[in-house]
């Protein structure tokens, strides 16, 4: 089986389906089974609404220190919606 790999993250790459046993590949569900768990921890991680669901104001944090907090999740949140994050936002406080 051949590999083709492109760049500096190739290389890894290469280096790592060079290392596995001979033989552990049988069939390419294997391999990306294989590829998925070695470099899941890889792929970005995509924030949730959640995540605003589980935040707090902590006791004698400042508002202004939460507001920070909050909205530092909140702009994390592809595609989200401004009404509700607002919804969140009153449920927090």
Request: aromatic share 10%; glycine share 8%.
């Given at each position: ?53 589980n935040m707090k104001q902590e006791i004698g944090e400042p508002l202004l220190a939460f507001m920070d907090r909050f909205n ?22």
């Amino acid at each position: 089986m051949r590999l083709c790999v492109v760049g500096g993250s190739g290389i890894k790459i290469a280096r790592w389906f060079t290392g596995l046993p001979p033989n552990s590949i049988g069939n390419f569900k294997v391999l990306t089974t294989k590829f998925t768990t070695q470099y899941a921890k890889s792929r970005p991680h995509h924030t949730s609404s959640m995540s605003l669901l589980n935040m707090k104001q902590e006791i004698g944090e400042p508002l202004l220190a939460f507001m920070d907090r909050f909205n530092k999740v909140y702009m994390g949140i592809i595609n989200f919606m401004l009404e509700i994050a607002m919804h969140h936002l009153v449920s927090t406080i």
